[in-house]
């Protein structure tokens, strides 16, 4: 099994073999063979998922499994490199994906065990004649400078190890001669280049290479003007663009191809060639892998291996293959279609990790250092096992124990996630890598909405005029299409991420101005102008979310007696999932003692004190949904480590209320038992099955 990750053994095991060993061919981390899946065609695995799910850790591990073993590449198509074409560098003649099919092979071309470096002959004379396009006014160091680099990709070992020098020499020197002349300057560029190439052709292997490009539509089986074709093509933009990427990307496959014929080959290299693409959602991930797919279902055949890891759930491929990770643990059961490209991918969800992989993970993280019981079970909760944040939970508290370390200690806590980085609160560094940037500041705000219509009111409340509602149905497609869920009654679908947000709202001022006027925003928009109990749930969470819990405490106790007993505890879960951040006066100042008095609250600490308010029937009732209201509040908080004696307390409280329902007595019974169980397990509350007790009055 696998060093690092947790909760991927299906990928990585190798007793039975799991989908990487069974694709390449090699057990990971070892240059020993596995019997592979798919020998005629391989699927292209496309990893998907949100923010945080572990793609990149998936890729970057198989990336050290198979390094030296058998040629790997790994390439993140987020990074700087595929942004923008390098300085001078004219656009026409510079691509994202081919740049990045040069640095694949740059890494591709690298010795592994038992065999040598692998030669991209027709990649680089494709390369060459796509940059020679940009040549018309450069000079004669920067066109040494590209032409070095992409002959670089035909040395076949470190006795060559000048030749690419002498070729970039002649190449520029020719190149510069053609340019000064008269005439058509990039035509003469062209032709002076791919002059040079020829003359450095010079095994049979090379020779058949040199003729590749012979095939190109329209060559009229001259290779040259196949190149020539490819250049203008790749000049033009557009479709014509496409074209031309699509052959260069069939020149790396047919090189890595002709890499591994032969007897020779066959005997020296055990195991697929793999190429691992991350962030695949931005360019050059998209081109790339239509070009694959589309010459897979056109028959043009490949046995490289490709991992990529996509954003969101891969809607743009339509006919692809959908499989959980567990199913994958032995076989695939992949068949492609053959009048659909996509059909070619199979598309991997990434599961959230389970309690007991954050149990493991918290503990290495922790090491000897005294881990409170309720943490690991608690980061759960609060994570939703989103492998990042645990991580990020886990390291938080190996640098802050044996501190404070409840969830928002660990969050609002500064962390130093690398040691030449300063420290930043961990909400801060976990919305970094969850959230879009360029939308942070919105979502901050939305995070507290229900839907559209109450994003849209907090929109024309607290953001920016050019923020209007067409704006916040853009934002709500986009979280959608990272592949955040949609859940109904929040506008932010994941409760960790949304619980960020909300975290990050509370802190955006000293005073917390925006925080109260966004729950202020909301209270009046579920005002009580067609009052229903849906919107009476939203206003008064919204109350409580402020800290004002006497309208809740009074709706919950006059709808006891009427509301069945299903809706009511519905009701009772969602207002008592409202936020919570230490108690403020009416100004927005923060109290001086700052303490959690929920569970003093909730144990009835506070009974002797507390006023019941004027022309309340029945007093006991209203103090026990106090009681009620506040050990929910405090035991579904996610930012708290559950408390044993509140939990009890919950039990007693729905006992009692069970005894005053008999119509709803085995709903509240049941209540009264997995509601604590849930706290201490570290789950949200579940709503109790009905199961045969319908006729109770319990639906």
């Known amino acids: 099994m696998h060093r690092r990750l947790h909760g991927r053994g299906a990928l990585f095991g190798t007793d039975p073999p799991g989908l990487a060993p069974r694709l390449v061919g090699l057990r990971p981390h070892q240059h020993r063979a596995v019997a592979v899946e798919h020998p005629r065609e391989v699927p292209f695995v496309v990893l998907t998922g949100a923010r945080g799910l572990g793609k990149s850790a998936v890729l970057e591990e198989l990336r050290d499994a198979y390094r030296g073993h058998t040629p790997v590449a790994l390439v993140d198509c987020a990074a700087s490199e595929f942004a923008a074409p390098p300085s001078g560098r004219p656009a026409e003649a510079w691509s994202p994906l081919a740049q990045a099919l040069l640095v694949v092979a740059e890494q591709l071309a690298a010795p592994v065990t038992g065999a040598g470096r692998i030669q991209f002959p027709r990649l680089m004379s494709g390369l060459v004649a796509v940059a020679a396009g940009g040549w018309g006014d450069a000079d004669s160091e920067r066109i040494r400078s590209e032409v070095e680099r992409i002959l670089l990709l035909n040395e076949s070992g470190s006795w060559l190890s000048g030749l690419a020098g002498r070729w970039a020499g002649k190449v520029a020197a020719n190149v510069v001669t053609a340019v000064s002349g008269t005439g058509q300057l990039l035509t003469a560029a062209i032709e002076a280049t791919l002059d040079s190439l020829s003359e450095g052709f010079g095994n ?94 056109d028959g043009i055949a490949d046995q490289v291996v490709f991992f990529a890891g996509l954003r969101g759930t891969g809607e743009f491929l339509r006919s692809a293959v959908r499989r959980e990770l567990s199913e994958l643990a032995r076989r695939t059961d992949w068949t492609p279609d053959a009048g659909a490209p996509s059909s070619r991918a199979l598309l991997v969800s990434l599961p959230p990790l389970s309690p007991d992989d954050t149990l493991h993970i918290v503990g290495a993280a922790c090491g000897e250092l005294p881990v409170p019981p309720q943490l690991p079970h608690a980061t759960h909760r609060l994570t939703g096992g989103n492998p990042l944040g645990i991580t990020v939970l886990a390291e938080a508290a190996a640098q802050r124990l044996p501190g404070p370390a409840a969830p928002a200690e660990l969050l609002t806590g500064e962390i130093r996630l690398a040691q030449d980085q300063p420290g930043a609160p961990a909400y801060r560094e976990l919305l970094d890598r969850l959230v879009p940037a360029d939308r942070l500041g919105e979502l901050t705000v939305l995070a507290a909405a229900h839907d559209y219509d109450s994003a849209c009111a907090l929109a024309d409340a607290l953001l920016s005029d050019d923020f209007g509602p067409a704006d916040v149905r853009a934002l709500q497609t986009r979280l959608a299409d990272e592949g955040l869920p949609v859940t109904a009654g929040q506008f932010v679908g994941d409760p960790f991420v949304r619980t960020l947000l909300l975290l990050r709202l509370h802190h955006l001022d000293a005073d917390h101005a925006r925080w109260r006027q966004a729950h202020e925003t909301l209270i009046r928009h579920y005002g009580p102008d067609g009052d229903d109990a849906v919107r009476a749930g939203y206003r008064l969470h919204h109350h409580l979310a402020l800290g004002a819990d006497e309208s809740a405490i009074g709706y ?117 038992r997995e509601w604590p169980e849930d706290a201490l397990a570290g789950r949200p509350p579940r709503l109790p099955e009905d199961d045969d007790d319908q006729h109770l009055g319990g639906a």
């Open 204 to 297: 049979r292997r090379h020779q058949r290479a040199s003729l590749w490009y012979q095939d190109y539509p329209n060559a009229g089986g001259h290779a040259r003007r196949g190149l020539m074709l490819l250049s203008g093509h790749f000049r033009a933009g557009g479709t014509s663009r496409l074209h031309a990427e699509r052959y260069l990307v069939r020149a790396l496959l047919a090189d890595l191809t002709d890499a591994y014929s032969g007897v020779l080959p066959r005997m020296q290299r055990i195991g697929r060639p793999l190429v691992l693409v991350d962030n695949a959602q931005h360019p050059p991930g998209p081109g790339l892998i239509d070009a694959v797919l589309r010459d897979r279902a």
């Open 556 to 672: 919950l106790r006059d709808a006891f007696p009427v509301l069945d007993t299903r809706t009511w505890l519905a009701t009772l879960r969602f207002v008592a999932g409202a936020p919570w951040f230490h108690a403020h006066d009416d100004r927005g100042r923060d109290f001086t003692g700052r303490g959690d008095r929920r569970a003093a609250v909730a144990l009835g600490r506070t009974d002797a004190a507390y006023r019941v308010p004027d022309g309340v029937a029945d007093p006991t009732l209203h103090l026990r949904v106090r009681r009620l209201l506040h050990a929910v509040w405090q035991l579904s908080d996610p930012l708290v480590l559950p408390d044993a004696t509140v939990c009890d307390r919950l039990r007693f409280e729905l006992e009692q209320l069970s005894n005053l329902r008999p119509a709803g007595n085995a709903l509240l019974w049941r209540a009264s």
